[in-house]
């Protein structure tokens, strides 16, 4: 039985127009409702295969109506990857849109899965593409890059506060690379990470229940030695393939473990084709972070 729906209404704005209710307070309601769990669709080849199904755009595109038709009505996330959809060209970017679409149109809320960054009106660019009510590929939210300076990122921060949408941006990734300059040493004596976990905590200020602005925090780094209190969702990839379970969730997040968004992609779609299967194990997974943090 399909669970509620997150829903995008309209706040009121008294004595101006009506905003959309922000995607912090969606979020949260969806998580709430649905169990805190965010499902990736990540189309690679080898899973396309895994599946019974040719690497080419038919193949691309059975996969992605089957884990939206069996997900979208009941996990709080998906979370398109792009990259995989792009290799296939514009054929493949229909594919998105329509997935996109179905899914918000089911109740779920998608997360385009882009790390775009960049500067002025490139970023602006992005910004429109995922960010605007109306665009082809408009999404509840969109991950991106602040190392051009989190100060690149302000044409997505006030497109998502326009639109009702949120973004997470890149602080603590789960691949092991990411050390370099995520750990680097800023001026202020302070992690890279943590100055740009500085940013979203003052983006976040005084927003109710969540703010909007989330960071990506990788379930696998066992302790993460920063202040994750940003007042926003916390998106933490790694659980299943990369290592991490749910239990670890409690210590690598500490006080802010109820905004934890769990991320996993393999480990639900290895149970295609079949949509129960999918179901299933969507919803073991999400009682599971539910039992570790006790939401």
Same mark, same amino acid.
């Given at each position: 039985?399909?669970?509620?729906?997150?829903?995008?209404?309209?706040?009121?704005?008294?004595?101006?127009?009506?905003?959309?209710?922000?995607?912090?307070?969606?979020?949260?309601?969806?998580?709430?409702?649905?169990?805190?769990?965010?499902?990736?669709?990540?189309?690679?080849?080898?899973?396309?295969?895994?599946?019974? %199904?040719?690497?080419?755009?038919?193949?691309?595109?059975?996969?992605?109506?089957?884990?939206?038709?069996?997900?979208?009505?009941?996990?709080?996330?998906?979370?398109?990857?792009?990259?995989?959809?792009?290799?296939?060209?514009?054929?493949?970017?229909?594919?998105?849109?329509?997935?996109?679409?179905?899914?918000?149109?089911?109740?779920?809320?998608?997360?385009?899965?882009?790390?775009? =960054?960049?500067?002025?009106?490139?970023?602006?660019?992005?910004?429109?593409?995922? %960010?605007?009510?109306?665009?082809?590929?408009?999404?509840?939210?969109?991950?991106?890059?602040?190392?051009? =300076?989190?100060?690149?990122?302000?044409?997505?921060?006030?497109?998502?506060?326009?639109?009702?949408?949120?973004?997470?941006?890149?602080?603590?990734?789960?691949?092991?690379?990411?050390?370099?300059?995520?750990?680097?040493?800023?001026?202020?004596?302070?992690?890279?990470?943590?100055?740009?976990?500085?940013?979203?905590?003052?983006?976040?200020?005084?927003?109710?229940?969540?703010?909007?602005?989330?960071?990506?925090?990788?379930?696998? %780094?066992?302790?993460?030695?920063?202040?994750?209190?940003?007042?926003?969702?916390?998106?933490?990839?790694?659980?299943?393939?990369?290592?991490?379970?749910?239990?670890?969730?409690?210590?690598?997040?500490?006080?802010?473990?109820?905004?934890?968004?769990?991320?996993?992609?393999?480990?639900?779609?290895?149970?295609?084709?079949?949509?129960?299967?999918?179901?299933?194990?969507?919803?073991?997974?999400?009682?599971?972070?539910?039992?570790?943090?006790?939401?």
């Amino acid at each position: 039985m399909p669970l509620p729906t997150p829903g995008h209404r309209p706040s009121p704005s008294p004595g101006g127009p009506q905003r959309p209710t922000p995607f912090g307070a969606r979020l949260r309601r969806a998580m709430d409702t649905r169990g805190p769990l965010c499902v990736g669709i990540d189309p690679h080849a080898s899973l396309l295969t895994d599946w019974g %199904l040719n690497d080419d755009i038919a193949g691309l595109e059975r996969f992605t109506r089957t884990v939206v038709d069996a997900l979208a009505d009941r996990v709080a996330v998906l979370k398109p990857q792009s990259a995989f959809f792009e290799r296939f060209g514009s054929r493949g970017i229909a594919v998105l849109e329509r997935a996109v679409a179905d899914a918000r149109a089911a109740g779920a809320l998608v997360l385009m899965d882009a790390k775009r =960054g960049d500067i002025g009106s490139t970023m602006g660019a992005y910004a429109a593409s995922y %960010l605007h009510i109306g665009s082809p590929l408009f999404s509840d939210a969109v991950t991106v890059s602040p190392y051009l =300076g989190f100060g690149s990122l302000r044409p997505a921060l006030d497109a998502a506060v326009i639109n009702g949408a949120g973004v997470f941006v890149l602080a603590l990734t789960s691949n092991p690379e990411g050390a370099e300059v995520q750990r680097s040493t800023a001026a202020n004596g302070k992690s890279l990470a943590q100055v740009m976990l500085d940013h979203m905590a003052a983006e976040n200020a005084g927003a109710e229940p969540l703010g909007s602005v989330g960071a990506v925090v990788g379930a696998t %780094l066992g302790d993460a030695r920063a202040d994750l209190d940003i007042n926003g969702p916390l998106l933490a990839p790694g659980i299943g393939a990369q290592g991490a379970t749910p239990a670890d969730l409690p210590g690598v997040f500490g006080a802010a473990v109820r905004n934890v968004v769990p991320s996993v992609s393999r480990g639900v779609l290895r149970h295609g084709p079949d949509p129960a299967g999918l179901r299933d194990a969507a919803a073991r997974l999400a009682d599971e972070v539910r039992t570790a943090v006790n939401a």
